[in-house]
């Protein structure tokens, strides 16, 4: 009975990935040239806005945000605010006691999710830091009511982030993501590896995980990226494999692989 209801509790924690991944710019903001700028005051871009979809086989998640460096441009050093907010729909099913029988009942999932950042960019030659704190929330519906699982309702946390991108040459670059929430326990990270095919296409390798109280993933795949003067867009693909530990440990842990896939745009003004 227990496997069967973490079972079920795993498809919830595919749209929670979906939101830890949202609560960064779906593409990597970083990775300009910071000597091509003109120091011209009013002409440095000082906003960040992106959108972006991430769907894994049973859950989907779309999202938006946006950073302002208030004091100075959006590439300096300096004071960054951002606000992500996002919406998702998922599915799972599970052993559940109906009258005094059980059966297996279909759940049908809603999500939204938000984050009210506040932190700072520091440049280091071709090494960029970003570091965040604030709050997140997040409010889960299902129908019919589960409840079995801890995810659901209306939730409130503090959040802490770490960003960096390294430009190790002309043409390989690298990026590391990392997150920590109080909600749920969340967590979320992602590393990228990636190669200039030319100054503004690059196609790579990028592997992550995301969890929370209930459940762990981690995924793999490779990714094409293209940038521009004011902004990017980037795409990825390929598998995740998901952990759902037992109250016994992890020798218990029962694991399954599915497909996923992420789009995202970016543009500076």
């Known amino acids: 009975m227990r496997s069967v209801r973490r079972w079920g509790a795993r498809l919830i924690l ?112 071709p090494l960029t830091l970003k570091a965040f704190a604030g709050v997140m929330l997040a409010d889960h519906e299902l129908r019919p009511d589960d409840p079995e699982t801890r995810i659901r309702g209306l939730g409130t946390g503090g959040k802490l982030a770490l960003e960096g991108w390294w430009n190790i040459s002309n043409q390989i670059w690298s990026s590391l993501d990392l997150s920590w929430g109080s909600l749920y326990a969340t967590y979320a990270g992602r590393a990228r590896l990636g190669w200039r095919l030319q100054p503004t296409l690059s196609v790579g390798l990028e592997a992550g995980a995301v969890g929370n109280v209930e459940c762990d993933i981690a995924r793999i795949g490779a990714f094409v990226r293209y940038e521009w003067e004011s ?39």
């Open 14 to 125: 595919a749209i929670v990935a979906a939101a830890a991944a949202a609560s960064r710019p779906c593409a990597d903001p970083w990775d300009a040239d910071i000597s091509a700028i003109e120091d011209n005051g009013d002409g440095l871009p000082h906003f960040e806005v992106w959108v972006g979809a991430q769907a894994f086989r049973h859950a989907w998640s779309l999202y938006s945000g946006a950073t302002v460096a208030p004091l100075g441009g959006i590439r300096e050093d300096g004071l960054r605010l951002r606000v992500v907010s996002g919406f998702g729909a998922y599915s799972y099913s599970g052993l559940r006691a109906v009258g005094l029988a059980s059966e297996i009942v279909e759940f049908h999932g809603l999500s939204t999710f938000a984050d009210l950042l506040v932190g700072y960019h520091k440049q280091l030659g």
């Open 231 to 269: 902004g990017e867009v980037s795409l990825s693909a390929g598998a995740a494999s998901e952990a759902l530990l037992a109250d016994l440990g992890p020798t218990n842990a029962a694991t399954s692989s599915t497909p996923f896939a992420t789009l995202s745009w970016l543009t500076r003004f």
